[in-house]
């Protein structure tokens, strides 16, 4: 079994920075991709980033293009969302979650990952 463990979540005002972690333990190695998801208050939950194992180009949400960077230490099995440039609308819960590399789909869809961590709260104030 595999835990996946968010942190790094906060308040900050707009216009400023948050770096979310997630690590994973449990197993040697997640060999599949590893991706963020958030939701937000009466909303459903959204996909915001996904890296593969192989590395190549990750796959961002248009909302998130050019602000958020998503990264990771294989080596260390985490993940990392880097959050720059927070808008009000980027307020939700976090959680992260990893694909065991043996599923087919596309990885901005919820169903696509194996495991989910708990969430990590996310609060940009205007």
């Known amino acids: 079994q595999v835990q996946l463990v968010e942190s790094g979540g906060g308040l900050v005002q707009a216009g400023g920075s948050l770096r979310l972690s997630c690590a994973a333990s449990?197993?040697?190695?997640?060999?599949?991709?590893m991706g963020w998801f958030r939701q937000a208050p009466g909303k459903e939950r959204e996909f915001v980033a996904a890296?593969?194992?192989?590395?190549?180009?990750?796959y961002y949400a248009d909302s998130v293009k050019g602000r958020f960077t998503i990264s990771r230490d294989n080596a260390q099995n985490t993940v990392v969302l880097q959050m720059n440039s927070l808008k009000d609308d980027d307020t939700a819960v976090y959680s992260c979650?990893?694909?065991?590399?043996?599923?087919?789909?596309?990885?901005?869809?919820?169903?696509?990952?194996?495991?989910w961590g708990q969430g990590t709260q996310v609060t940009v104030s205007s």
């Open positions: 449990g197993r040697t190695f997640i060999r599949g991709t």
């Open positions: 979650a990893a694909n065991d590399g043996l599923k087919f789909g596309a990885p901005q869809s919820p169903t696509y990952y194996d495991y």
């Open positions: 890296i593969r194992w192989s590395g190549g180009s990750p």
